[in-house]
């Protein structure tokens, strides 16, 4: 039998400070930067999981709803959604603060994917993720579709292979 961890074992929060270095000419955080904060967020979560090296295999969309401002505190929250075989998806979710007008708003959320490897760089199996909030359920149960589609999109599995998207793509059952 696989091992278990659950998914609240898994979470990071990371909190930063967006400085000077960190901001475009509108004074506001760079997407890069963002997307690099994202990285390491939820790399350790996926290292928390899976206890091993993990590598990034995909990024999900992801927007920006809220621009970010010089001098925000920003607060990255991460957690494993569900574990593959060797893969994991990690959820993160990004605040941003500003402290002394006592003003918070959600800026970003997006889902990235990991793989776990061993010394060699090879894959290596992963404990399951074991959901228990209802919250983290919706994100387990939403996971298999949304790693079917990144595949899709990868070229990596045909359309009428990816039963848990049939809909999306009108595939009829005679046809797959």
């Known amino acids: 039998m696989r ?3 659950t998914v609240k074992e898994s979470y990071v929060i990371m909190t930063e400070l967006v400085l000077p270095n960190d901001t475009n000419t509108l004074h506001n955080l ?5 997307m690099h904060w994202m990285d390491i967020v939820s ?13 990034t295999a995909s990024v999900d969309n992801v927007s920006f709803k809220e621009s970010i401002k010089l001098g925000n505190v920003v607060t990255l929250e991460a957690k494993v959604t569900r574990a593959f075989s060797s893969s994991m998806e990690v ?21 990235f994917t990991f793989v776990a490897v061993d010394q060699l760089g090879n894959p290596i199996d992963v404990p399951e993720a074991i959901p228990e909030t209802e919250e983290e ?5 939403g996971a298999l579709r949304r790693r079917q589609l990144r595949l899709v999109l990868a070229g990596r599995m045909k ?18």
């Open 43 to 55: 790399a350790i979560a996926a290292q928390k999981h899976s206890n091993r090296i993990v590598v």
């Open 159 to 176: 359309p009428s292979e990816a039963n848990e998207l049939k809909s999306i793509f009108d595939i009829k059952e005679e046809e797959a």
């Open 137 to 141: 359920i919706s994100h387990y149960d």
């Open 91 to 111: 959820h993160i979710n990004v605040w941003a603060e500003d402290i002394p007008s006592g003003k918070k708003v959600k800026s970003n959320q997006a889902y």
């Open 3 to 5: 091992k278990q961890k």
């Open 30 to 34: 760079m997407g890069g930067k963002m």
